[in-house]
């Protein structure tokens, strides 16, 4: 198994443009997240699924977008980037609620210029 | 809201010392913990993790932690430290009432361990 797998790792934009960041799971896993890392302040929950059609807000959504449509993929949009959505962004899964331990993938480090 | 919060954000060790990081929560209700680890350049990986029973959970790598209910904090230990621990941990909590598997995490504390 791959486990959580994200592209890319690393991209710069310009404030303004659009982008997605990818994230997939080969383990058959219900739930995925993403998360935010910035220095200082942990990793913060922008958006959760539950399961493919069904998406939630997290702590920190506002500029982004998420859709669920397989059990595999969670994609995250960044609809018009700005600088304060420079960060590291980590995608995760868990078999379901219950279990909760959570998988987390490898990171995309994106810079807003 | 539930919040998280780790004391220590720098910690500097010399091998063979003891560790003890202190974690603590604000929820009134049932919880899951966990604390995570990343390692430079590497993702976050479950360190252990506490759904129920003994309060003195045991995980990977000599690390073990302590939930103490009453002080609503879940402290990470270990007893001698090595130079491959120099990592970010990351404490981190759910809410068992909440039932989506959501994660409130703590800023993270950051450990170098000297040789």
């Known amino acids: 198994n791959a486990g959580v797998t994200q592209t890319p790792k690393f991209q710069v934009l310009k404030t303004g443009q659009s982008m997605t960041l990818q994230c997939a799971q080969d383990?058959?896993?219900?739930?995925m997240s993403w998360y935010r890392q910035d220095p200082g302040m942990g990793l913060r929950l922008i958006h959760y699924s539950v399961g493919a059609g069904i998406t939630d807000q997290g702590e920190v959504p506002n500029g982004y977008n998420v859709s669920r449509s397989t059990t595999e993929d969670f994609p995250l949009r960044l609809l018009s980037a700005a600088p304060s959505q420079t960060s590291v962004y980590f995608c995760?899964?868990?078999?379901?609620?219950?279990?909760?331990?959570?998988?987390f993938g490898p990171g995309t480090r994106l810079t807003v210029t | 809201a539930q919040s998280v919060s780790q004391h220590n954000h720098h910690v500097i060790l010399s091998e063979a010392a003891s560790l003890e990081l202190g974690c603590n929560y604000s929820?009134?209700?049932?919880?899951?913990l966990f604390w995570y680890v990343q390692y430079p350049g590497q993702h976050l990986q479950l360190l252990l993790k506490y759904f129920s029973g003994d309060p003195l959970v045991k995980g990977i790598k000599g690390f073990e932690a302590e939930f103490i209910k009453s002080k609503f904090s879940f402290n990470l230990r270990k007893p001698s430290v090595q130079w491959s621990d120099t990592a970010e941990y990351f404490c981190a909590v759910n809410a068992r009432s909440s039932n989506t598997g959501k994660l409130i995490f703590g800023q993270g504390t950051t450990l170098q361990v000297k040789p």
């Open positions: 995760a899964s868990s078999r379901d609620r219950i279990s909760y331990e959570q998988y």
């Open positions: 929820y009134g209700g049932t919880v899951n």
């Open positions: 383990m058959n896993h219900e739930y």
